[in-house]
């Protein structure tokens, strides 16, 4: 994986907490890394915890459930610009022209989400 900037840019901080809060984690808890992870519940595809988008190739993914905290999720975006393996991954519901307007929901590598997509929410 070549170095791309915006991997770094998205693992730093929380990302995940467009929700607000999951139980009685607050988003300053989740960006440290304590407590459980307010985004390990699978959430319906009306209402993720992101989406991402690329307007050039019509992809789209909303990502319904994340793996990891975020303390691990950052190492492993870190470890990721070292070693060009990805780590990380997300449970994500994706649409593109090959899909006919449907979704197909799968894991997918959360650096290649962040790679190719521009988060719309």
């Given at each position: ?49 992101e989406v991402w988008k ?20 950052d190492e492993n975006f ?9 780590y990380t991954r997300w ?31």
């Open positions: 994986m070549r170095n791309h900037p915006k991997l770094y840019k998205y693992s730093n901080y929380c990302y995940g907490m467009s929700k607000g809060t999951c139980g009685r984690i607050t988003a300053k808890d989740y960006a440290k890394g304590t407590g459980k992870n307010p985004c390990g519940k699978t959430v319906k595809v009306d209402t993720p915890y690329n307007e050039a190739s019509g992809f789209e993914w909303r990502v319904l459930k994340k793996y990891q905290t975020p303390a691990k999720e870190k470890k990721a610009l070292r070693t060009g393996m990805n449970f994500c519901a994706v649409r593109s022209p090959m899909t006919y307007g449907s979704w197909e929901y799968g894991d997918v590598y959360a650096q290649d989400v962040v790679k190719y997509g521009e988060r719309v929410k």
